[in-house]
């Protein structure tokens, strides 16, 4: 079953401007994951934040995690056309954890 | 981080019969995942498999259906048994390189049933 769900489900925006994608989650949670799926292939690792920190960024990506809220915010700024993609959160997965991942954001970057 | 390579990226098979899926790790890893991913869902996982013991499934996911085999701390295969339409899915492996690591996932493969 889905750990939670991400919003909005397909995102479509002009080449330059942020995307943000939200994620919500069930259960209390060590850390929270996010990963990219370039056309139905494999995962790529983007970040991980820790339950114990509220924002986190790497290069044009900022992520935060409200724990009282139970949600996580993904935040693309100056989007390029090969940021279309499907994007994950994931609960666990930590070292030897399973992972748990919400329903996804299709993002779509028009040039 | 860990490189993951899966064989057949893709195949396309007929109902009634099976594909091994193989995994495999450029460094050691303590527990491998399989994943399935139906058409334009999310993913799911189906078991964890640690070297040495017998893999561990998920509710709705038997082990009749998906074997799974850990041969040593490098590889891994998962076999889709008497294939059904409804299989046609990306199937991904991940590995977790310790308590402190990130998992990492494979290319995936897209297998179609006809």
């Known amino acids: 079953s889905q750990q939670g769900e991400e919003d909005p489900q397909a995102l479509s925006i002009q080449e330059g401007e942020n995307a943000t994608m939200n994620c919500s989650y069930k259960?209390?949670?060590?850390?929270l994951q996010w990963y990219r799926q370039n056309s139905g292939r494999g995962l790529v690792h983007l970040i991980l934040?820790?339950?114990?920190?509220r924002e986190k960024h790497s290069g044009r990506l900022r992520v935060t995690l409200d724990t009282s809220k139970k949600s996580s915010s993904l935040l693309i700024t100056a989007s390029r056309a090969a940021d279309t993609a499907s994007y994950f959160c994931?609960?666990?997965?930590?070292?030897?954890?399973?992972?748990?991942f919400g329903t996804g954001t299709r993002l779509t970057i028009i040039p | 981080s860990a490189v993951i390579s899966q064989k057949p990226s893709r195949d396309i098979c007929q109902r009634g019969t099976s594909l091994t899926i193989q995994c495999q790790v450029d460094?050691?890893?303590?527990?491998m995942f399989w994943y399935r991913q139906q058409p334009g869902q999310s993913l799911t996982l189906i078991a964890t498999?640690?070297?040495?013991?017998?893999?561990?499934?998920e509710s709705g996911f038997v082990i009749d259906k998906f074997p799974i085999s850990r041969p040593n701390l490098t590889f891994s295969t998962l076999t889709v048994s008497n294939m059904s339409p409804e299989d046609s899915s990306i199937y991904l492996c991940?590995?977790?390189?310790?308590?402190?690591?990130?998992?990492?996932f494979g290319p995936g493969t897209r297998l179609t049933v006809t």
């Open positions: 991940s590995a977790g390189q310790g308590p402190n690591y990130e998992q990492y």
């Open positions: 259960t209390s949670i060590n850390n």
């Open positions: 934040i820790r339950s114990n920190e």
């Open positions: 994931a609960t666990g997965g930590f070292g030897n954890e399973k992972l748990t």
């Open positions: 460094s050691q890893v303590t527990m």
């Open positions: 498999a640690n070297q040495g013991s017998e893999a561990t499934y």
